[in-house]
């Protein structure tokens, strides 16, 4: 991006579980909605670097720093080096107890940036909060050693500057800048939501302890979590469980697509959506892969046969009949079926819902086909090709080797495909400009080239694509194939729900040790199911 903006690939995520905070490499804070993750942001350099506000500390001297996370948790670390001196700068925002439960006690709304300083090093400051969006007009005051911002009943303050701080009146607003140069010492910059009566009672340091614990108990380090099955990617698989968790409000459960709101599908263009509010389609798949690695507590149509609608994507235009619409109305009522005859679950009309079922099948192999393509395709009676076909044998509705199934993947291949990344689509869909190849489509042709089989592919795509996460193992929604850069909001729970499920698929081609022994899809999963089994297999 040009100016003053960072790539989307630049920043980490930090957050507790009622919202999510971006912190770039720079050491800034460019993106945070409070007290909660669809509230209005804070700070939101990210989308206007200008007026946004942010809440900077680097190096002078030292602009751009090694960024980590501290080994299986959401607490960032990043590290400034200049000829006199190092600082690290360690993020968090603070969590407490335990995670997998949840609970009705507000999330404390703060950020802690705990500043080491070995040799000699001057630190740089910038606090310049930015209230709703940036539209309220917003003040700044010293307040003994507490500064305090204020927009009406809004306020932010921040301890740990005290007297090193003045503020700059500029045309977008109050700034606070501060300059320091402690040596050998710790020091803590605390910023939370609320007056200076609400101040934290705990220390950095005591945040940080709890923080740190809280996490890695719920990763399972202390459950004897055993990720093996994913070697070499067992860090990235695990970087996903957190990002997963990091989406997820912790009074309801409810799981957020993604951090942030109207990051660019395609840079200068209108793609830009709000992505902070929870899809079933995308909380649903999501849940399956958390229960997948063993995070259970995260994972508590019968009328719609042959109805237009707008399709998984959100399609503009009047509605039309979507093969992928009709294909989950068929696992619905093949699911409900299931647990009627297996589990005893009521069926209000048992009958009735295997002549849907059986209705809805026809419909999509009869209607969804084409046969000049060789492909099931996008929607009834045209000829566009959409990636969510390449989940027709995980959903189970044929088998992965029916020829069918076969030239649905080798044409999404052949039509779908950049650089080993796959678009949802390719067709005019309404929009102007064009989208980038979409992560989690990515992450469905390896399933399903696991699935069949065809593992070299499968193996080649992964770790192709895994090779393109940012430097703290984060995916945004899409990726432009020509240049690698990050495009939509981020971090994207479709991505990284999409990087766990693969990596199953593929221990599970390659005959290794997985924590789901018969994956939805396979063989052994559609013995169970009492459904026609692949020979080869």
Known sequence: MSGQYLPISEYAAIGNLATVALVARNGSIDWCCLPHMDDPSVFGALLDDRRGGRFRVHATGGETGEQRYLPATNVVETTFKTTDGVLTVTDLMPVFGDLRQPTDQPAPPEMHRLLSVTG???????????????????????????????????????????????????????????????????RSLVTWWGGPDERPSRSTEDVLDATVTAWRSWSGQDRGFDRSWAAPYEELVLRSELALKLLCFRPTGAIAAAATTSLPETIGGIRNWDYRFTWIRDASLTVQALRAVGHEDEARACEMVGQPDDGIWEMRGEPRHYTYSQLMLWVGLDRAIQLAERYGFDAVDLDRWRRSRGEVRDL??????????GSFIQRFGEHELDATNLLIPIHELLAVDDPRVQSTIDATIAGLTEDDLVYRYVMDDGLPGKEGAFVLCTFWLVDALALSGRVNEARRVFEKLCGRANHVGLFSEQIDPATGEFLGNFPQAFSHLGLINSAIYLAYAE??????????????????????????R
Do not use: K, M
């Open 364 to 373: 999509v192999l009869e209607r969804g086909f084409d046969e000049d393509r």
């Open 511 to 536: 005959g290794r040790e997985r924590p789901v022994e018969a994956p939805v899809g396979t063989p052994e999963h559609r013995r169970e199911a009492g459904r026609p089994v692949p020979a080869s």
């Open 120 to 186: 000699s090093v001057e630190v740089s400051v910038e606090w310049s909060p930015r209230f709703d969006y940036a539209r309220a007009d917003t003040s700044i005051e010293r307040e003994g050693q507490t500064w305090v911002a204020r927009a009406g009943d809004r306020v932010l303050c921040l301890d740990g500057v005290g007297s090193d701080g003045t503020v700059a009146e500029g045309e977008d607003g109050p700034t606070l800048r501060a300059t320091f140069v402690p040596e050998n010492i710790t």
